[in-house]
């Protein structure tokens, strides 16, 4: 079963224009470790986050017993970051590239994380996924998602935005 590891940009991009709900268009368990959660304190990121969490079914445990390791290959001594690596650590399969899965901006958690093995997609991913997956999210809607995740603070360039709007017109 894949594990889909959400960091606190995705959590911010998607919680402001309250569409965390497209998380569940995810085949696998969705995990926010509890560092990533902590971290989301802005509105209404903040308040969204809490009702998609008493909502659905996400794991919030931290795997603890990579932390130190995460730690060693971010250079990082803490953060929302060593939570996810960790999570990366603890659940990759080299011979399943699906079994783990990170949603981030950050840059250098999604290189880390793509080179452990782990599949990586960010905030616009998530939109194009669930606009693929469900019959339900119709591609001008998810048009105006990512237009208005962009309004809130992502700020695209114009040609990323339009790569965004494109894939999820095909």
Same mark, same amino acid.
Request: positive net charge; without cysteine.
């Given at each position: 079963m894949t594990r889909i590891y959400v960091g606190p940009s995705t959590l911010y991009d998607l919680g402001q224009v309250g569409e965390l709900s497209l998380l569940d268009s995810f085949d696998g368990d969705v $995990?926010?470790?509890?560092?990533v959660v902590d971290a989301v304190d802005v509105e209404p990121? !903040?308040?969204n986050l809490e009702?998609?969490?008493s909502s659905s079914d996400v794991e919030t445990a931290t795997d603890e017993e990579y932390a130190e390791q995460a730690r060693s290959l971010l250079g990082r001594p803490v953060g929302t970051s060593v939570a996810v690596v +960790?999570?990366?650590? +603890?659940?990759?399969?080299p011979e399943d590239r699906t079994a783990v899965a990170?949603?981030?901006?950050? /840059?250098? $958690? /999604? /290189?880390? +994380?793509?080179?452990?093995? !782990?599949?990586?997609?960010?905030?616009f991913g998530v939109v194009v996924r669930a606009t693929l997956e469900d019959k339900y999210l119709k591609p001008s809607?998810?048009? /105006?998602?990512i237009r208005r995740i962009d309004q809130h603070g992502l700020h695209m360039t114009g040609e990323l935005r339009e790569r965004a709007v494109g894939e999820?017109?095909?």
């Open positions: $995990v926010i470790p509890e560092a990121a !903040a308040t009702g998609y969490l +960790a999570g990366v650590l +603890a659940h990759r399969d990170v949603l981030s901006q950050d /840059r250098t $958690v /999604r /290189r880390l +994380a793509q080179g452990l093995g !782990a599949e990586v997609s960010s905030s809607q998810a048009k /105006r998602i999820v017109a095909e």
